[in-house]
């Protein structure tokens, strides 16, 4: 089943195009990893896909829905707020500075947004969310606040609060470029369990192995367009593009 579908976006910020007519759709259970240097699109691929920006033009599907697609001149037309909010409801977000509400507690940062956007039960939530921290090893912490909790923990407080909302696919942009190595670590063995789950997820990321050893699909982009594409294999092990044989290639450096 196709969770997400991306066809012909394309995005500029003034007379700059940052995304040259990129497609891409993504598989429940799958993991993508979308890697490529700075400058790239990367992040701005995964601002359009989760609605912080807008698309000039393209199509974007949710699990079939249709959330925006061209009009008669060629540019996005969005649907309604109330369309809008239920694709929101779709998927979860990781960022690479955590985003947490700095005041909020860890416990009230993951159930915030179950109970007062989504509108369930406190107590069920309450209750999903107490697993979730014992899951990402924060037992103990849901009465802490944010600058109470190293790096790395903040970042699994913020993947339990993407999954608290149950859903459907989950984003991750870069989420441990902000962290030392010994705590990028535990970040990656957090989406390592998710992966062995078959969470579906799409991972904007810089860490090359774990690229390799957990996506199902890597995508390689430069300058907003998509390069090569494939089985990890083949783009890391055997890149048929030599512009991916030589990014490649600096990071072994």
Do not use: W
């Not at 799409?202 to 199902?216: C, G, K, L």
Request: proline share 4%.
């Amino acid at each position: 089943m196709e969770v997400l579908r991306i066809d012909n976006i394309k995005k500029s910020f003034g007379s700059t195009e940052v995304l040259h007519d990129i497609s891409l759709s993504v598989e429940q259970g799958e993991v993508v990893a979308i890697i490529g240097p700075s400058g790239s699109g990367k992040s701005t691929l995964l601002r359009c896909a989760t609605l912080l920006e807008k698309m000039d033009s393209g199509t974007l599907v949710y699990d079939g829905e249709v959330v925006a697609q061209n009009d008669a001149s060629g540019k996005s037309v969005y649907v309604g707020a109330k369309e809008l909010r239920a694709a929101k409801s779709k998927f979860g977000l990781v960022f690479q500075n955590f985003n947490l509400f700095p005041h909020y507690t860890v416990i009230k940062n993951i159930t915030d947004a179950p109970i007062s956007v989504q509108k369930r039960d406190h107590d069920e939530v309450f209750a999903e969310a107490r697993v979730l921290l014992k899951k990402m090893g924060l037992e103990g912490k849901e009465d802490a606040v944010p600058c109470e909790l190293s790096g790395g923990q903040q970042q699994r407080v913020s993947i339990a609060r993407a999954l608290a909302l149950k859903p459907d696919i989950l984003f991750f942009d870069e989420p441990t470029s902000a962290l030392d190595p010994e705590l990028t670590g535990e970040i990656l063995k957090v989406i390592r369990t998710l992966a062995a789950e078959h969470m579906t997820m799409v991972i904007v990321t810089h860490e090359m192995s774990f690229a390799r050893d957990v996506a199902d699909r890597i995508i390689f982009m430069d300058g907003g367009y998509i390069i090569e594409e494939g089985k990890p294999e083949d783009v890391i092990g055997n890149p048929r593009q030599e512009r991916t044989r030589a990014f490649l290639n600096r990071f072994e450096d």
